[in-house]
């Protein structure tokens, strides 16, 4: 079987298969490489690959807080964050790990560039410059604007992706994740810190007329406003993150016959949070499970894996995707901030959101019980709100 694509999806997915013993080849011909994305790893995430990855064999920043703000307030609150809830990574060394970790259970790791996967009897061939490969299985985990999508199933439509803008700011680092709620870009500013630099960023809907250009003038006033990554060495990057709607999580299509989709691939990303590594690596380990567990029917393995994905991830981030847009509204990010600089309550809830400890399924309830309970009902000031996160 192949993976294509050796990210964390990819490449935990080639772990898990080579481990039980199958013949996996890994295609990928730049992994480890640097990524512009957070870097955010949860303590959730990192539990998923402890058999394979020693924590403190990755080199991260081990997140003490989080500063929260939005433009509709001058408001500033600092959440602590528990011990272990979240590591903020360089992609380089994080997927090197996984990809290492792939390697030594067997999996073969060829630095080609995949240029048209095709099915075939019995599977799939898979052209790159040199050679033609041939696989019973594939993985698509090649990210947002996978190929294997492109030749095998539906690529994302705009409205399903969002551009992730900023820069890297290099030689300054912090122990503080930054986050400002902004309701034009509707979504947040963030300032991640990783060993040698910050990653500083700004995400919006592709769908949504913002040029990269554009967005990143935004960060750029967001940087000198507060402070954050100067002086630095400034790197400018943008990537396309799957933004799917809470209709598109509950149809999700992630697998087609011998065919999977893990990870970026299959959309899997928190439209809230926009944290996709948990995601890619449970999806990863669902779709070998599959794989390994159905191998003699391959129809069974794709609808098992589908259901699983539907009923577990689709069902948490469609939940997400509902409340997203009653989110990020001033009067809502205005009264949250509030919140958390008066309620140690509310603060451990937005904490363990952070941390990815806390479901979208019982944060209705969990705000109800704390408390200030009316500073949580006040949160529920939207109807909309309320339909969003009440609990299902």
Not at 37 to 42: E, L, N
Not at 108 to 118: E, G
Not at 146 to 157: G, K, N, T
Request: aromatic letters at 8%.
């Amino acid at each position: 079987m192949a993976c294509v694509g050796a990210g964390p999806a990819g490449a935990w997915a080639a772990r898990a298969l080579a481990s039980r013993g199958a013949r996996v080849l890994l295609l990928d011909p730049s992994h480890p490489r640097e990524k512009p994305c957070g870097g955010g790893v949860t303590g959730r995430a990192l539990d998923l690959v402890s058999g394979a990855l020693d924590r403190q064999a990755l080199p991260a920043v081990r997140v003490e807080s989080a500063r929260f703000t939005a433009s509709s307030t001058t408001a500033v609150a600092d959440v602590p964050l528990p011990d272990g809830a979240l590591a903020v990574a360089g992609r380089t060394e994080f997927d090197g790990l996984l990809v290492d970790a792939a390697v030594g259970a067997g999996a073969d790791l060829q630095p080609d560039r995949v240029s048209t996967v095709r099915a075939a009897p019995g599977g799939f061939e898979i052209e790159t410059r040199d050679r033609t490969y041939g696989a019973d299985f594939v993985i698509g985990a090649d990210g947002a604007n996978s190929l294997v999508r492109r030749r095998l199933a539906q690529p994302f439509r705009i409205d399903q992706l969002s551009i992730a803008t900023g820069f890297f700011a290099h030689g300054v680092t912090s122990r503080q994740i930054a986050l400002e709620f902004i309701s034009e870009p509707q979504g947040y500013l963030w300032s991640f810190p990783r060993p040698t630099h910050l990653a500083i960023g700004v995400c919006a809907q592709a769908d949504a007329g913002s040029r990269p250009a554009d967005l990143r003038n935004f960060v750029m006033r967001w940087i000198e406003r507060s402070g954050l990554g100067r002086p630095a060495r400034l790197e400018p990057y943008s990537w396309p993150i799957p933004s799917l709607s809470a209709t598109d999580f509950t149809h999700v299509e992630p697998s087609n016959g011998r065919c999977f989709f893990v990870g970026d691939a299959a959309g899997l990303v928190d439209p809230i949070t926009r944290e996709g590594i948990y995601f890619a690596l449970l999806s990863a380990q669902w779709a070998a499970d599959a794989i390994a567990s159905g191998s003699e029917d391959s129809s069974g393995s794709s609808r098992a894996y589908t259901r699983r994905i539907r009923d577990g991830i689709g069902a948490e981030l469609a939940r997400a995707a509902r409340l997203r847009s009653a989110f990020f509204r001033p009067g809502f990010t205005s009264l949250l901030v509030e919140a958390l600089r008066t309620s140690p309550s509310i603060c451990r809830v937005m904490a363990d959101l952070v941390a990815g400890t806390q479901s979208y399924k019982g944060l209705g309830w969990r705000l109800a019980r704390t408390f200030e309970v009316a500073l949580a009902a006040r949160l529920f000031v939207s109807g909309h709100v309320n339909r969003a996160i009440r609990p299902r």
